[in-house]
């Protein structure tokens, strides 16, 4: 039986497929037939008479229908037929979804409408990713907020489906407000001290340690501090245990994220323009942290170890010069031709730690080259892998969120232009040319990998976000956090 949950200042999002074969027909969801049916067919009518056919994220508002809905929203799902398809490496039908609940509930937000009731649409899940995601917006630091919306699902029985959906989105979102707060506000020690707060809740099952600068120079990771040492905040290393797996001795998954709080470049200075999105430059270490925060709110049953070396990377009369040498954990030496190739150095060092736990596969995620924008723009994630395994547990995870990866060479090719260095066994930048920028970064991390199963994330392409994924507002994206969150949990399920 069709029951109604309103009252208040509530709003209503419903959806509607288009018919096949059938031009410029419509065919409403299960929840919105049954509200539909509520009202003796007046949504019906009104859709017919409203205007042409609603197509695919677009959406339409009706006013005073119903007593406990001042505004209903109907938004376009497009045919419900669509699957995964092949060609964009997505499943269609859950990215339709995600888009047409995403525009209508920014559409009642824009209202004011504080609450809103949310149409599964066929996937509760989808439907609370879209809602959720569409819904952040970073104005913490402005007087004037967008209206605080709650939302919740509406005429269906998948509620376990729509709160997973809700703790992915809020992953991607804590990713997301990392990312875009300013680098006077996440610092090194600030964005350890968030995440503590995050993971504060789950100590039986977490453990958080936060090295100092005193630990890190007893690691002796040179390469690491010759990023720090040019700022005048001290560089933090964040190491999260969760053990979500019953077997103790299950070897973890590790995760590694780049941490540079803000890249000014270095000695090697940025052009000025655009440099106040370099607060974002620590969009790796952000996405792994809030992708374990998610995995321990989901109870996921494995172990993750997540790794973020967190510093600023700062010009000052102590900062590293290009053309020093410095030396890595691993005891390879390393010619730092351009300071602001910094990353790769940060994550030498995370990555020699990292292998010290055994992990069973481990996966760096980094905003590493401005190369990688422009080989993938925002399309996908460029993914430069040593496993065909690996490889595919993250591309099957990132058809399921919308968030795609895509696999790049790892060329010999790459290799000797890192390791033909003047001075040192590495240098820090390929020597012969600039072409390949991301491949031969990822060839440099390489020469601190010796696992089978290991995976570098270059997210340059897919920090911000303009309008390329309708159910992001513009800003910082938090992807991939999804799909970290997705291929945890496939590894947890499938093993």
Known sequence: MYTLRGGGDWGLVLGVFEKEGEEGSLHLTEAAAGFDQSLSGKLSELLKISGPALKKGKSRVFYGIHKDFPCVAVVGLGKSSAGVCGTENWDVSKE????????GCRLLQDLEVNHVQVDACGDAQSAAEGATLGLFQYDQLKSKKKTKVTTQLHGSADS?????GLMYAEGQNLARLLMEAPANHITPTAFANTIEEKLAAHAERVTINKRSQAWIEEQQMGAFLSVSKG???PPVFLELHYNGSPDSTQAPLLLVGKGITFDSGGISLKPSPSMDAMRADMGGAATVCASIVTAVALKLPINIIGLA??????PSGKATKP???????NGKTIQVDNTDAEGRLILADALCYGHTFNPRAIVNVATLTGAMDVALGSAATGVFTNSDWLYEQLHKASVVTGDRVWRMPLFQHYTRQVTDSQLADLNNIGKYSRSGGACTAAAFLREFVTAPHWAHLDIAGVMSNKDEVPYLRKGMSGRPTRTLVEFAAGLAHNG
């Open 309 to 314: 070396p967190l510093c600023e990377n700062m």
């Open 231 to 233: 700022s005048e905040e």
């Open 160 to 164: 376990a489906g729509w709160e997973k």
């Open 323 to 329: 053309g020093d040498v410095v030396t890595a954990k």
């Open 96 to 103: 339709s979804i995600r888009q047409a609940v995403s525009a």
